[in-house]
């Protein structure tokens, strides 16, 4: 596996995988803030609906971890590609399934009860994917640029995220508002097939990582690795969780919870605000790529520090800016909360596997990266539309400001030399 195909295939694999994974996700989360509302759940009051949207998007953090149990024992039992291709075919599949569902209109309860069920099967898929996709990268990695290769699962982020965004931009265009809650959003969840068949070919024709195929040769591989974790590595456990929550807390806020808020209270167009979104997006590639490449140089823990100070500094400007009647002041604040994600999200991919042994790195890095996620995303959406309605948007500031506060703690939980690949 040492050529330059073979490392673009590598790199291609870990790349696309995250982005079907961002993809599936801000889809649900757009729908979420734009449509599933009224479309499956009860009508009461337009707030409570959109409430129970958010809630049903935070559905797929609490199975996530369920998931990272599930495919991390086998990530770390039979091997890294077996487990990445069942991970995407789960994750994708739940996603394409979504665009044939019923409403709450022709089907009552029915309806919501399965987008609910679909929402746990792309939560199960995408407790396994992120954590293997990192790892195909960095254990394939020349030792002096694993953060560099670490970088690409990150950077799936923004590449999901545009062509999310971009597809919904484009149904804006060319579709009434009554064609695209009657069928046009069904279209981004039946597109999610052709990037699922994507992955999936890039992904059989690789083989399996150094890593872990020295670890099955050393009889090193334990027989139930989440019980090796948790008894012998708890505190990496717990101190890559809470670093996790920043660059969650700060994309789910910077995106789904800025989209709904700023085209309903604030009143901005659909449109325009999607227009807004998909520049200041590009902020976060940048800050991925400065990062990781400046983390093969000075380490990953001071990017880290630098993204997650800067959580807290976006989260007090949060109120001022994002609540700004012009868009102009409304995309500076996205383009920098984005751009500090970076720093709190690129270092990730090479500092989370450095935390263990290749016994259980697909089980600890998979565990951290979904648990962060619960506390990071799956709580922000509805946090910040309680704490909104209450308070305004300095409370969901203070959001930011805590999750900051907590990713940095996890950071100084660590004071030993990381794990290498």
């Known amino acids: 596996m040492d050529s330059p195909a073979s490392h673009r295939r590598i790199l291609l694999a870990s790349l696309t995988g995250t982005a079907v994974e961002f993809y599936d996700f801000y889809i649900y989360a757009t729908a979420a803030a734009l449509v599933f509302g009224p479309l499956f759940f009860p009508a009461s009051s337009p707030a409570a609906q959109l409430m129970l949207s958010y809630a049903s998007f935070g559905l797929a953090f609490v199975a996530r971890p369920v998931g990272a149990v599930a495919f991390g024992h086998f990530g770390d039992r039979v091997g890294r590609k077996s487990t990445l291709v069942a991970s995407l075919m789960l994750m994708g599949g739940s996603t394409v399934a979504i665009a044939f569902l019923p409403t709450y209109a022709q089907a009552g309860w029915v309806a919501p009860l399965l987008l609910c069920l679909l929402r746990l099967g792309q939560g199960l898929g995408l407790g396994g994917e992120w954590g293997g996709a990192a790892l195909l990268a960095v254990e394939n990695a020349p030792p002096h640029r694993r953060n560099t290769w670490g970088m690409f699962p990150p950077l799936g982020a923004p590449v999901g995220f545009i062509a999310a965004n971009g597809f919904f931009l484009i149904l804006g265009l060319l579709l009434t508002d009554e064609q695209f809650r009657a069928w046009g959003w069904r279209l981004p969840f039946l597109a999610s097939s052709v990037l699922v068949a994507l992955g999936l070919w890039v992904r059989l024709r690789l083989t399996e990582t150094p890593a872990f195929a020295e670890a099955k040769a050393a009889e090193a591989l334990p027989k139930v690795p989440a019980a090796t974790l948790f008894a012998h590595h708890l505190r990496p456990v717990l101190a890559g969780t809470a670093a996790v929550v920043a660059c969650f807390a700060i994309f789910y806020l ?16 659909r449109e325009a605000f999607l227009d807004v979104q998909l520049v200041a997006i590009l902020f976060l590639a940048a800050g991925v790529i400065v990062s990781s490449v400046m983390a093969d140089r000075r380490g990953p823990p001071m990017m880290l520090a630098l ?25 500076v604040w996205l383009a920098a909360a984005l751009f500090v994600m970076g720093f709190a999200y690129g270092p990730l991919g090479g500092w989370l596997p450095a935390l263990f042994p290749a016994g259980v790195r697909y089980t600890g890095v998979s565990m951290t990266f979904n648990l962060g996620g619960i506390i990071g995303g799956a709580l922000a959406p509805v946090a910040a539309q309680a704490l909104s309605e209450r308070g305004g948007l300095n409370m969901v500031g203070l959001y930011l400001v805590a999750a900051g506060v907590l990713s940095l703690t996890g950071l100084a939980l660590l004071r030993r030399s990381p794990v290498q690949a």
Do not use: E
């Open 307 to 331: 993204g997650f100070c800067g959580c807290i500094v976006v989260g007090l400007a949060m109120g001022p800016m994002l609540g700004a009647a012009s868009l102009a002041v409304v995309f």
């Open 254 to 269: 910077a995106t789904a919870f800025a989209l709904g808020y700023g085209t309903t209270v604030l009143g901005h167009g």
